[in-house]
C-alpha cells in the first residue's frame, strides 16, 4: 500500500521559503488508508493472479468490471444519489496510485476511463433519464464504457481536425466517421463519442453522443496491438450512418468539447499521479534487491530519484487539491501530465541500468514497466501537447512581469 507523502522527505528537496499549508492529508488520512486497504485487497486478490495471462492475451474480461464494480470503484466519485460512492478526487487518485503501485497498469487505465471518464461526464451532464438507463450498469461494472475523441486524422487538436460527423434527422443522430486508439472500445457496451454536430471548426462545434455498440452502423474495425498496456484493450471504430437518438446526446449540444476539457484534465492528473507511484514502486522493489557492494554504490542515485519523485507527489497532490476545492488548472494538469510521466520513464530505465542484464529478461517485470510508461506519455494527451499547454502559461505569464525582471 501506499504511504502517504513523507513531510520530512519533501522538506529536503524543497526550496527554502514562506512555511507551505500541510498537503500531507491528501489522499493519506485515515478514511483514505481504509479505503487503499480495500482496492489494494481487490488488486491482490483478483487482478495480480491473473494480470500476466491478461497481458499475453492483450484482454481484459468482463469480471474485472464486476469486480471493481462490487468492490464500488467505477463510481467512486460519483454522487450517491446517483449510485455512486460521492467521494472527491482524492480518492480517485488513491485508486489509480493503488493500481500502479501494483504494476497493474493496463487495468488503471481500463478502469480510469470508465470511473473518471465517462461515468463523471454521464453524472454531470447526462439528463435523468439517461443516467437511469446507462449509468447504473456502469457503476456496477456489467456494463464497460468507453470514451471517443481521437480519429486516425489525429487526437491532439480536436476542435480543428475532429471529421466525426452526426447529423440531426428526426429524433435521430446519423454519425458518421472513425476513432482510433480508443480505450474499451473492443469490449464496450457504450461508447461516449465526441462528434461534430454544428458545421464549422472551433470549440462549440462538437457534442457528446452516448453510443450504444449495438446500435446499427457501429463496428470495431481492430484491436490494436500495443507497445504495453496489454491488459487495456484499444481499438478502432467504424461509424456508418450510425443510429443513435437524439435523447442519447450528453450535455448541451454543441458543448462536448468544454465538457471533456475538466474530464480530460483529470485523468492527466490520474495518470500523473499513477506515474509516480508505479515508478516509487518499481525503485523501492529495486533497492530492496540489491546487496553488498551493489546496494551501496547505488544508493546515493536510488536517494536522488526518490526524493524528487516524493516532490512530484506533492506536486500533483497540490493540483490535486485544486480539483478537491472546485477548480481545475489545464496548465497545471498538462505540467503533471509531462513531466511525472517522463520523470518515471527515467526512473523505470535507471532502475534497469542498475540491475543490470536480468531486467532485460521478458517477464522481469521491468520490461513491462519500461513499455507501459514509454505509453503513457502519449495517452490522454502526449508529452509535446501538453509542454505546449504548460508553454502557453509560462509566455502569458512572462508577458506580466516587469520588463526589467524579464530581462533577468
Ligand atoms: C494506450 C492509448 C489509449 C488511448 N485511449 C484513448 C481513449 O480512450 N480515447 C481517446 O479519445 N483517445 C485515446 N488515445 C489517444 C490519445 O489521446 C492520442 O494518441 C493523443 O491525444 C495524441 O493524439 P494523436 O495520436 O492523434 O497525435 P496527433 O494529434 O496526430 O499528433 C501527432 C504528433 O504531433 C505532435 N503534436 C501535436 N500537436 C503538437 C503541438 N502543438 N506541439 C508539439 N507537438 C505536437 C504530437 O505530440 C504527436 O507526436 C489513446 C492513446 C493510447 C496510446
Redesign the pocket.
Known sequence: MILPVSAAAVAAVAPPGPPSPPRASFAGTAPHLRFRGGVAKLIRDKVIPRLEEWEAAEALPGEFFRWCGAGGLLGTTIPAALGGRGLDFSYAVAQVEEFMSARATGPA?SLM?QSN?VCPLLARHGTPELCGELLGPLISGEAVG????????????LSH?LRCTAERQGDEWVITGE???????PIADTVLL?ARTVPGTGPLTMSLIAVPSDAPGFEVVAQ?R?L??GA?P?GHLRLDRCRVPVRFTVGRQGHGYPHLLPVLCQERLLVAAGSVACARSVLEVTAAGLRGGARDAARPELARMHARLEAARAFVYAAGEQVCAGETDPAAAAAAKFALCEMAQRVAAECARIVGPRSALTGSGLDRVLRETR??S????????M??VYGSRLATLMQQLPPEEAEC
Open positions: 487505465v476511463v471518464g468507453s470514451l471517443g475523441a481521437t480519429e486516425p486524422s489525429g487526437g491532439s487538436a481536425t476513432k482510433a486508439y480508443i480505450t474499451n472500445a465526441l490494436h500495443k504495453g498496456l487495456s484499444t505509453v503513457l502519449v495517452f490522454a494527451g502526449t508529452s509535446e501537447t509542454r505546449d
